[in-house]
T-cell receptor, first 116, second 118 residues
Framework: AQKITQTQPGMFVQEKEAVTLDCTYD???????LFWYKQPSSGEMIFLIY??????QNATEGRYSLNFQKARKSANLVISASQLGDSAMYFC?????????????FGSGTRLLVRP | GAVVSQHPSRVICKSGTSVKIECRSL??????MFWYRQFPKQSLMLMAT?????????EQGVEKDKFLINHASLTLSTLTVTSAHPEDSSFYIC??????????????FGNGTRLTVT
């Protein structure tokens, strides 16, 4: 069965600094996808970045990058040059590609607070 | 980008009544829609998967008679909380997968519905 673990319930970062949010996963499927979403206090889920299990390079999207270590089954999100608007909940999620429903299973989330 | 509209955003109802939540894909056809439930400061828990024109698949522990899901068209899925009780108070959020989406495609989420049962 799939499992996503986020061990940091809360994180603080100083504005303009970089921060790493941890995510580990477990799956028996060799083909899978990992996603990160941001959830502001308003509740909407904002897609940030995707990493496929066979991707050779770490994914990057603007200030977001993914530190993908397949052997360790970790997919940590790195946010560079933090901004006050980055304060939100961040969820790591996984999809087994063998699952034809394409559902996402979410981790418990990390609340990030950016300090001015 | 793909937009998912969810209504209402907030609803308060009395115990024993039923509440319907709508989830619409505005600019794409959603072959599959997912309904999640989120308790305060907790993660999103998948309740059920619905495919257009067929019965929903419920996750273990989710009462199908309590949470009725209908996916009658490629752009609309509804979740009806029947005979709501205070313990059903939660944040419900839908998401949709584009018909042409692949395993690398993210799910598109609605803005959620905060249900309060008094």
């Amino acid at each position: 069965a799939q499992k996503i673990t986020q061990t940091q319930p809360g994180m603080f970062v100083q504005e303009k600094e970089a921060v790493t949010l941890d995510c580990t996963y477990d799956t028996s499927d060799p083909s899978y996808g990992l996603f990160w979403y941001k959830q502001p206090s308003s509740g909407e889920m904002i897609f940030l970045i995707y990493q496929g299990s066979y991707d050779q390079q770490n994914a990057t999207e603007g200030r977001y990058s993914l530190n993908f270590q397949k052997a360790r089954k970790s997919a940590n999100l790195v946010i560079s040059a933090s901004q006050l608007g980055d304060s939100a909940m961040y969820f790591c999620a996984m999809r087994d590609r063998m699952d034809s429903s394409y559902k996402l299973i979410f981790g418990s989330g990390t609340r990030l607070l950016v300090r001015p | 980008g793909a937009v998912v509209s969810q209504h209402p955003s907030r609803v308060i109802c009395k115990s024993g009544t039923s509440v319907k939540i709508e989830c619409r894909s505005l600019d794409f056809q959603a072959t599959t829609m997912f309904w999640y439930r989120q308790f305060p400061k907790q993660s999103l828990m998948l309740m059920a998967t619905s495919n257009e024109g067929s019965k929903a698949t419920y996750e273990q522990g989710v009462e199908k008679d309590k949470f009725l899901i209908n996916h009658a068209s490629l752009t609309l899925s509804t979740l009806t909380v029947t005979s709501a009780h205070p313990e059903d108070s939660s944040f419900y959020i839908c998401s949709a997968r584009e018909g042409t989406g692949t395993g690398v495609s993210p799910l598109h989420f609605g803005n959620g519905t905060r249900l309060t049962v008094t």
